[in-house]
């Protein structure tokens, strides 16, 4: 039970009811034994600035933060990590006495997700689903483990042109094609990658007959297959890419590590979880997903 | 473990540290098998605006408000009940989804702790130390237990002029003299009154060694003696009263039934306690206490 000196941490979004953030975050509080509770707030849009500010006044210990606030919550805090100020956007407030000091933890998520598979990276061309947030902070993770080819695919040609922009610009990214859904051109660019990963929420609950390629004919056991979504765990992309001998991986991992990165920037610890903890952590959060 | 519907109450105070509030509010919470949980937040006076607001903007469900925020608060919510108005604190908030609404829960305490012994009030004569805001709602609940007159000791003239004011035109109090704390007449006013109550901090922890009434000569077993003091729970006032044959009673009860109060606004429900529960949470606050 709470006392004087509990912490409380917990995510704010719209809508945040399904988030995974909640069971995550407290089997972290509970396996480190810390005393701090992990809850789910929604906030609209038009009360962000006020849930900000009254969450450093009482001194809510931190916060994730999640869709639609990801970008805008940046303007309102006081202090920002280098690769907040390089993507736009924060999924990790820590209330510090100073202010609030926000911070991206997706990327440090993604990396560590794809731990074992980091070599076939290295000078990699990656097939890039994807222009939003989400994609940013993919690509800026691929960028980070020596990637140096995108073909970001997208349904807006306009998002995905800045997001472009910015892997050649900021990210270094030698070589960076903009292709449509249906592009006759996206099988060569499956042919010539590494890796595809979908950073779009197609496949998502509850549209999950859905998938963001729609013929896999190009897809073989030559590559590591990517999806961000983790509800269902078994999207379309992800089980069509294994039919054709694929390696495949859900966004479970990567959802775990970014939520614990941000718990280690709370507590300013270092945070371990050993292979067959992960592997309850992954069964204690799929259940959940189906309950 | 908290889930995405997991309801949040809190205690604001500063400091806040040693507050019973999160112990009894989590002890009720388990008690009626509610969803929800407590906290302590540490809010500084220059914090309270911000605080407010931005416990609307995330929708925690309720908080209560403590020293030195209970006149400052009622200037800062939308909605304020009738009780407010007259006292000018609360100790209460309901977030709605309309805005924040406040209400003041020590006067319907402080009547449910004296619930057995309510007769003696009637048209009684009521010895109370202290002019600050608890001793404003201690008065408005003798009033509304029909007391009809009032000795208030103070030691600053000007504080308990203004209560005596408001006793008499708001409260409808028949009769309100002011005594200083070493007044001789006081021992006349006591030995004619049928009640005491301490509504100053006198005597509590660490200051155990002081009483608001000097000289115990004029009590005895006719006088029901009551301090809001709950810590320690036995204080001078009360042991020198108890030795005079006066029956006496701390502040414990009080605090629990303004809590029990503030639970059945946020929930809008009705909650009891059984005498036997009353007791045993008695005896873990008081536990508490000595930790």
């Not at 006759?184 to 950073?199: E, K, M, W």
């Amino acid at each position: 039970m709470p006392n004087a000196r509990t912490k409380l941490f917990g995510v704010i979004g719209d809508p945040v009811g399904h988030s995974l953030s909640p069971v995550l975050h407290n089997y972290f509080l509970k396996k480190y034994k810390l005393n701090a509770f992990y809850f789910a707030f929604r906030v609209v849009p038009a009360n962000l600035g006020a849930c900000v500010q009254g969450a450093w006044a009482m001194g809510l210990a931190g916060l994730n933060v999640t869709l639609p606030h990801k970008e805008k919550v940046v303007e309102l805090v006081k202090f920002r990590s280098p690769e907040v100020n390089l993507l736009g956007v924060a999924n990790t407030l820590s209330m510090r006495e100073e202010g609030v000091a926000a911070f991206v933890t997706d990327p440090a998520g993604f990396i560590a997700s794809v731990q074992p598979m980091q070599p076939l990276f290295r000078e990699s061309r990656v097939v890039l689903f994807g222009a939003g947030g989400s994609a940013r902070s993919v690509a800026y993770a691929l960028s980070k483990m020596g990637s140096r080819e995108l073909t970001i695919v997208n349904r807006t040609y306009d998002r995905a042109l800045h997001l472009s922009r910015f892997c050649t610009e900021r990210l270094g990214f030698r070589k960076v094609s903009i292709l449509g859904m249906r592009d006759p051109a996206l099988n060569d660019h499956i042919l010539g990658a590494q890796a595809l990963v979908n950073a779009t929420s197609i496949g998502m609950a509850p549209y999950v007959d859905y998938s963001p390629l729609p013929d896999f004919s190009a897809v073989s056991q030559n590559h590591f297959v990517y999806d961000l979504v983790y509800n269902p765990v078994w999207t379309v992309f992800l089980r069509e890419a294994k039919k054709k001998g694929a390696k495949v991986q859900n966004g479970l991992d990567m959802l775990i590590y970014q939520g614990l990165e941000s718990l280690q920037i709370w507590m300013n610890e270092t945070y371990s979880i050993a292979r067959n903890e992960l592997n309850a952590l992954r069964i204690h959060l799929s259940t959940e997903l189906q309950s």
